[in-house]
């Protein structure tokens, strides 16, 4: 398991990746289903990182925030997961 901070620099690496437009067909990073959308703005900016998610997670983090209920830990999102094992799929 990743430290919370080396999770924030994955995926802020992403998020730089994803403004220049070079994270075409990546997965979103924190549930990892390909559901991203193709135009970067029309995905959701985490509250938790300076990364782009898609729109279910983008709400699940509001609803989370609404709810008073604590975010999901970075270093468990699928994305930062996913670098961790070896396992194929
Ligand atoms: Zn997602």
Known sequence: MRTIE???QILEELGRMQEKGLAAG???PRCGYPRMRHRLVENSL???ADV????V???DEALR???GSPPLPLNEWGMVCGFDGDKEE
């Open 6 to 8: 080396q999770a924030k």
């Open 26 to 28: 990546i997965p979103c």
């Open 46 to 48: 985490s509250r938790r």
């Open 52 to 55: 782009h998610i898609c729109n």
């Open 57 to 59: 997670c983008g709400m």
């Open 65 to 67: 925030d609404m709810a």
